[in-house]
């Protein structure tokens, strides 16, 4: 029941950006964006998060549409660490947070 | 140095035992969480603690009972397991609850036979 639509899966090769995609059609005027990421038998880590304007940080860049009701979270250069399953999440007022199944990125040498 | 760590990393155990994860963060972190995350990779919360007082309670069963003896901590126990209760859980916690990032601990990979 996660409030997000992410695809399941992408590629990508070392050394290039990766756009990840995010669909939060129902988003309200009070969710912040977050995004996590997991990688192989570790707990999830902070990305970045934000609530209308792009944000960028050491770790990678979130673009935010106009509506707000999707996102792209950007990584600039691919390095195989970046393996690992991404998940985009919106947190409510009500402090609910949900994990969907998350996009799993693969980065090929 | 960890930031949040539990223990232990794995669990094995028979149905209806009584079981405890610890959790600790020495963030200096208020908030406190505990995931359930199941086979599928979905992570859902349970609980959150805000300065040693529950804010979050999320339809669990009444046999999971979560303590916090001080901010730093927050244990969870669980009373007669189920095979369905087989998952990995995750603590975590963030400076202020939910709107803010969250660091979590290295899981713990609890198994019910």
Known sequence: ?109 | DTAVSQTPKYLVTQMGNDKSIKCEQNLGHDTMYWYKQDSKKFLKIMFSYNNKELIINETVPNRFSPKSPDKAHLNLHINSLELGDSAVYFCASSQVPLSNEQYFGPGTRLTVT
């Not at chain 1, 290039?16 to 996590?36: A, F, K, M, Q, R």
């Not at chain 1, 009701?69 to 409510?92: F, G, N, P, Q």
């Open chain 1, 1 to 109: 029941d996660a409030k997000t639509t992410q695809p399941n899966s992408m590629e990508s090769n070392e050394e290039e950006p990766v756009h990840l995609p995010c669909n939060h059609s129902t988003i309200s005027g009070t969710d912040y964006i977050h995004w996590y990421r997991q990688l192989p038998s570790q707990g999830p880590e902070y990305v970045i998060h934000g609530l209308t304007s792009n944000v960028n940080n050491r770790m990678a860049s979130l673009a935010i549409a106009e509506d707000r009701k999707s996102s792209t979270l950007i990584l600039h250069r691919a390095t195989l660490r970046d393996a690992a399953v991404y998940y985009c999440i919106l947190i409510e007022n009500n402090n609910d947070m949900r994990f969907g199944a998350g996009t799993r990125l693969t980065v090929k040498p």
